[in-house]
Nanobody
Framework: VQLQASGGGLVQPGGSVRLSCVVSARTFSNYAMGWFRQTPGKEREFVAAIKWSGGSTKYADSVKGRFTISKDTFKNTGYLQMNSLKPEDTAVYYC???????????????????WGQGTQVTVSS
């Protein structure tokens, strides 16, 4: 499984950006895709996750109501729509894949075996 994230950039507070994560895999139906973020000096933080089969989702409390995770199975691409962005959302965002996902562990970064490269999102005026 290989993951390629893109879509970051500089955005003003209150603005929006959509991240994409393209999956290269023979089969991805029994996986979940997660998004995590990290800032210098801080631990990696769970943002959102989605099961590729069925589409159930999970969000961190800090992004509920502002971020939406989705997928396009035909394009083998996952998305993270980020609205009402705040300066504290500034981070490097990573997409990751977890095999045979269990909902209770979808927020656990250590359970993800595959990671894409990060994409920087900077929220600043």
């Amino acid at each position: 499984v290989q993951l390629q994230a893109s879509g970051g950039g500089l955005v003003q507070p209150g603005g929006s950006v959509r991240l994409s994560c393209v999956v290269s895999a023979r089969t991805f139906s029994n996986y979940a895709m997660g998004w995590f973020r990290q800032t210098p000096g801080k631990e990696r933080e769970f943002v959102a996750a989605i099961k590729w089969s069925g589409g159930s989702t999970k969000y961190a409390d800090s992004v509920k109501g502002r971020f939406t995770i989705s997928k396009d199975t035909f394009k083998n691409t996952g998305y993270l729509q980020m609205n009402s962005l705040k300066p504290e959302d500034t981070a490097v965002y990573y997409c990751a894949a977890k095999h045979a996902p269990i909902t209770s562990t979808m927020s656990d970064g250590s359970a993800y075996g595959y990671w894409g490269q990060g994409t920087q999102v900077t929220v600043s005026s």
